[in-house]
């Protein structure tokens, strides 16, 4: 009853501002795109949310949108799902609706304060509710364990143990055998922004041009060497796992969860390796927000209540790989290939030597241009094999120009900057 009470204080202070309610929320999400996952949003995570109409858009689609509804106040979307980057521009906009009375219903059913607290984005009210989390992870089957270095640990693998261990793999089979998500639709980019560069470097922009970078792509050539080469056409590693094709994969935990699952016993799933300045990491949190002018607020508002249950905060888990927001606690009948997942996440987290690196933020439509720098360096460098030095200083002009136009400042791990973050 008290929930029910909350809900409807909440519903009547958004429709105070909303137009009546409409047959559909139309909910527009970057994340959960691909078909798969996108069939057990609508079917399963939203079946008791009312008649929503799940849109999925790419980032750069969705801030063109975003831009154009505010511009011409011709709204359609009543709810949006996106990074917690991308939804930052819409904040600094001021485009989103506060949501706190929201957000202090959830602090009291179990969201640990500092998640709730990034929803607010830097501003004095909620800007999203946070609604799930997830990372990117390494995984690999076990009977390639018995190629390991002498002395390494999985849990604590540096660079140069896994680049022996891809030479003995490769000397024992005959093929490469570590693989990566490098190709059209892969996510290579928060690679090198969330683990490469931060490994090696310590940064992201500041130090994309420097000594240590040039030095980190070397090491990467090295790596590449052992590495198979269908990855430039790879876009999701739970297939090729699956399939034999590698042994060793780098990707996000959603695109290895199906073959992890399909097959708990024959894995082993852990953080990524450590290079010189640290261990890289990049914890991924998707947020729900309200755009002002959205037509179906209520609507909104339930579907929010809808995704931030425990239950259902589970089976998103269960379901497509991304973990709870909530604080609660995994279940001891969990499907075994989303908690070896859950394993390597907490592995990750507990790194002495982690280096936490955030989405980009405040780029705007320009995400997609910033992620091609650093595709366009790999592809140049380690593909092409064009000299390191020229490739940085190129790729440097590139991304400081961009940096500039967006007037983006800088995010972890790079120091703050005043004004756009600068490509030292």
Not at 166 to 179: D, N
Not at 215 to 229: D, F, H, M, T
């Amino acid at each position: 009853m008290k929930r029910l009470m909350s809900f409807g204080v909440l519903a009547s202070t958004v429709v105070a501002f909303a137009p009546p309610v409409l047959a559909q929320t139309v909910f527009v999400s970057t994340q959960l795109r691909p078909i798969e996952e996108a069939t057990v949003v609508r079917e399963e995570l939203l079946k008791d949310a009312g008649d929503v109409d799940y849109v999925v858009e790419e980032p750069p689609q969705f801030a063109v949108r975003m831009e154009a509804e505010a511009r011409t106040g011709k709204h359609t979307v009543s709810l949006v799902g996106a990074l917690h980057g991308e939804l930052s521009p819409l904040a600094d906009k001021q485009q989103l609706e506060p949501l706190d009375d929201l957000a202090k219903k959830l602090a009291a059913s179990g969201m640990p304060q500092p998640v709730l607290d990034l929803g607010k984005l830097g501003k004095p009210t909620q800007q999203y509710i946070p609604w799930m989390q997830a990372t990117y992870l390494m995984a690999a089957k076990k009977e390639a364990l018995q190629y390991l270095p002498a002395g390494a640990e999985v849990n604590a693998l540096t660079y140069d143990q896994l680049i022996e261990w891809g030479k003995k793999m490769q000397e024992a089979t005959g093929q490469p055998q570590i693989g990566f998500p490098a190709g059209p639709k892969g996510l290579m980019a928060r690679y090198f922004q969330g683990y490469f560069y931060p490994s090696f470097t310590g940064g992201v922009v500041r130090t994309f041009r420097s000594a240590d970078a040039a030095a980190g792509w070397e090491k990467l050539k090295e790596l590449w060497a052992y590495v198979n080469p269908n990855s430039t056409s790879y876009d999701f590693m739970q297939e090729p796992l699956a399939a034999g094709e590698v042994m060793v994969a780098w990707d996000h935990i959603a695109r290895l969860k199906t073959a992890i699952s399909a097959a708990p016993d024959d894995y082993v799933v852990f953080p990524a390796p450590a290079g010189p300045k640290g261990r890289g990491y990049m914890p991924v949190l998707a947020g729900l927000a309200i755009p002002k002018g959205a037509p179906d607020a209520a609507g909104a508002v339930k579907v929010i209540e809808t995704l931030t249950t425990p239950q259902t905060q589970l089976l998103t888990a269960y379901k497509v790989g991304f973990f709870p927001t909530l604080d609660v606690q995994l279940p001891p009948d969990l499907d075994k290939g989303v908690a070896l997942l859950a394993g390597a996440v907490t592995a990750t987290q507990a790194s002495k030597d982690a280096v936490i690196s955030l989405l980009p933020a405040g780029l705007g439509d320009k995400g997609g241009e910033f992620n091609k720098v650093y595709m366009d360096s790999f592809q140049r460098i380690v593909l092409q094999n064009e000299p390191v030095a020229d490739v940085l200083k190129a790729q440097g002009e590139t991304m400081a120009k961009l940096m500039s136009e967006t007037k983006a400042p800088c995010w972890a791990p790079d120091a703050k900057s005043d004004g756009a973050c600068p490509v030292e």
